[in-house]
């Protein structure tokens, strides 16, 4: 198990007029994804970015670009996401009808495969599929919409998840996705959180850079009491 959380900030809540600007001020000011939130208008109520951006966004940064697929039949379009840039390709359990095709069409093309889970949504249609995984998102607000609040109820899911995914002899990372901020960061990581998507938290701070070290200062807390409580 890493011990260092990695940190997302999701270009959602970026300025657009000035895209690659923002995305360069997150490169430089320490993160280590660049989540990008892909929305249909049908999957969730909200149509936001496609493969273009996708691609203008890897031409801004050479950090990992982690591609959150909020939409129906995204196996439709998993080649232009990887075409665009995105190392990781996360589709939904619940949008994906054959989830396991899905993840080794995702591999195939030489990406990395996670899924997302909606608040409400168990655990458990992921046991049959672990071993095509990189990563699974809890999401931590209904998806559609940046600048929610988090859902409580979420920390209990990701330590269920932490379990599951320590049971096994796989490296996946667990990232969650919605309202994080400093204040609950080390909550978060400490329930089992690897990796920590924040997008208001970051973009609408007066410093980015400071504000992906207060919620990595906070995150690493967390996950150094998850280590020492699992070596207790």
Known sequence: MSLTPRIAPSILSADFAKLGEDVRAITQGGADFVHVDVMDGRF???ITLGPMITEAVRRSTDLVVDTHLMIVEPERYIE???RAGSDYVVVHLEAATH???ILQ????LGAKAGV???PHTPLDGLRYVLDELDMVVVMSVNPGFGGQRFIGQSLRKLQDLRRMIDGIDREILVEVDG????QNAQEI???GADVLVAGS???KAPDVAQAIATIREHAQKGMAARAAKQGA
């Open 201 to 203: 938290a970051v973009f």
């Open 105 to 108: 069409r995702i591999h195939e």
């Open 116 to 118: 997302a889970l909606n």
């Open 44 to 46: 969730v109520p909200n």
């Open 80 to 82: 232009d996401f990887v």
């Open 189 to 191: 990581a400490q329930a």
């Open 179 to 182: 309202g994080v901020t400093p």
């Open 99 to 101: 989830l396991h095709r």
